[in-house]
């Protein structure tokens, strides 16, 4: 109802660039916030990836143009919690049981003078990369609605690649800022752990410390993310987080010097796909405008998945995760993926046994023995966090010899076909390593899938050629024009490195010739 309004100028303009108009003047907030609403309204209908309630977002008039993001309109996660509004990852039993509190996140957006406007969905209990629960529905890939957006902040990803939003705030415990980054087209930064306060991020899993669960930024471009991280880091949420390591975001940081890569390790974990073929030119690409990147194969990958990553995600047998579907419905995305946790426990031990000398699906037997395993003790439990600290200390000092100050290696990419994410769970490792040793890592779009990868994908057997490798051939498949993405990592606490190697990325992408 304003033609005067420019809704395309609007959309295109980054976060640094929009907040700088909203405070100087140039636009007005209520310009924006409805040009805003008024995409995600057309959005919403065709991919259901709002969780059906606009939060109230006119109560911040009082705040003072001065604010580094006044009233730039931002949306979040389902699970951060937002005083009087629901937090459900799409649980029966977690609705009607509205916040008593702003996260600290909101609480410091708030004082910022932004306006989080939206909440986006997620998959049931979060411990999904796709993004559908049985209260909201199934959110698809507005690229091609056959594909989910990823998970587990997938309505972000939708929303945010959409064009409905101009920078949102997902959580990532295995990957769940990453995947649907990747899968969407967007950009996502994984802090440092306690770097961003998750004080007012309500979790299915408590007391799962193998990897650590943080929240960090989405957006279109590298710079939204950086913008948003500074203003983020701020004495406000130093105050209200006291556990928040108070460092304040590093304007000045040196160009990264020393490059990695790697695309596959040759042991069991590394799931191959074609289009990976695209990230093998960058390696040579990279090195003549910015710098010499070393091959980096991270050191004992299946030992890392099997015995760290799937161990410590099932440590509890399940137990917990199980408990938040009491009385509920189970969506049909989790049930491959929780169906383990459901048999019974002495049969667990006697499946494991039976599938350890298949040799047709060697890792399928050894993924359900890492879960299956058991409900661990004390004692068991403490000593699987002494092997990942052993194995952090490992990994730095092979970074180190190295010389290296990131790294750059594949996340799942191209998007997967709704319904595949649950049957590829140990896929997600490509992503929960950085969880594991808590490094920053984040995901830039580089290129497009092409008619070729989809003809050399018919060919894909992988390393083992075995109902893993065929299930994930099913799961890229029909993915031409999807974006294909990379991952970008540096040592834990150099989230600034982090972003400035991903711009320097960004820029290659869009310079790099077709
Ligand atoms: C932001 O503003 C800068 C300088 O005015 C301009 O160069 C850049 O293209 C803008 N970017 C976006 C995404 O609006
Ligand atoms: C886990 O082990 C504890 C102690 O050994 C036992 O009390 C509990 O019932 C077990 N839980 C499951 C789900 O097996
Ligand atoms: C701002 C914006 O993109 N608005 C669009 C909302 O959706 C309708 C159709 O559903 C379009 O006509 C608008 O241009």
Known sequence: QNPDVDARSILSLSLRNLSQKLREGALSPEAVLYTYMEKNSSLETTSFLLTGKWLPCVTLDSRAPACILYRAPLSLVELLEYRGHDSTAGLVQWLDQPAAEDSVIIQVFKKLGAIPFVKTNVPQSMMNYDCSNPTYGQTVNLLNPKKTPGGSSGGEGALIGGGGSVLGIGTDIGGSIRIPSSFCGICGLKPTGNRISVVGLATCTPGLKSLTFTAGPMAKDVDSLAFCMKALLCQDMFDLDPRVSPIPFKDEVCRPLGGGWYIESKQRIQL???????????????????????????????????????????????????????????DPSLKTQLFPYMIPRALRSILSFILKPVTRWPRLAEGLYGVLCKNRSVGELWEHHHEVEIYCKNFISEWKKLNLDVLLCPCLTPAFTIGYPGKLIAAASYTALYNLLDFPA???????????????????????????????????????????????????????????????????ATQKPA
């Open 272 to 330: 191959t796909v074609s289009v990976i073929g695209h990230l093998l030119p960058w390696k040579e690409f990279l090195p003549c405008v910015s710098m010499q990147l070393v091959h980096f194969p991270p050191p004992r990958m299946g030992y890392c998945l099997f015995e760290l990553i799937l161990k410590g995600v099932s440590a509890d047998g399940g137990l917990t995760l199980l408990r938040n579907f009491k009385g509920d419905f189970m």
């Open 442 to 508: 984040g995901i830039v779009p580089v290129t497009t899938v092409t008619q070729r990868d989809e003809e050399e994908l018919k060919g894909h057997r992988g390393y083992f050629n075995d109902m893993l490798d065929s299930t994930l051939r099913e799961a890229v498949e029909g993915g031409v024009g999807l974006p294909v993405s990379v991952q970008c990592v540096a040592l834990p606490w150099q989230d600034e490195l982090c972003l400035r190697f991903m711009r320097e990325v960004e820029v290659l």
